[in-house]
């Protein structure tokens, strides 16, 4: 005989996202690669940069952060890494 209460099964679970560190989505040594489309919060941005590495990115948006004020690494898709202030960059394919 099942003993959990009706009540119990349908409940969703609480999940706990584990986002990933910031630190590991900052793009490093970036160096604009394109012309400058605007500022945000006194910073340029380029329409494409270029990291220590040699990949190419370009601007895809401005990052939004949580309520504690942190980047919310969640919202960020596939190949976006960020560059303060707050602005993403998407790896370009090819």
Do not use: C, H, K
């Not at 999940?15 to 945000?40: H, I, K, N, S």
């Not at 990291?51 to 969640?74: E, P």
Request: proline share 7%; aromatic share 12%; net charge positive.
């Amino acid at each position: 005989m099942n003993t959990t209460p009706i009540w119990y099964a349908m409940m969703p679970r609480l999940t706990l996202q584990q986002d990933r560190p910031v630190e590991y989505l900052m793009l490093a040594d970036p160096r604009p690669a394109g012309p400058v489309l605007g500022f945000f919060r006194g910073s340029a941005i380029a329409s494409a940069v270029v990291d220590y590495f040699g990949r190419r990115y370009v601007f895809a948006g401005i990052a939004t952060r949580r309520r504690n004020g942190q980047y919310d690494t969640a919202a960020l898709g596939q190949g976006e890494r960020l560059i303060e202030p707050g602005l993403i960059y998407r790896l370009r394919a090819g």
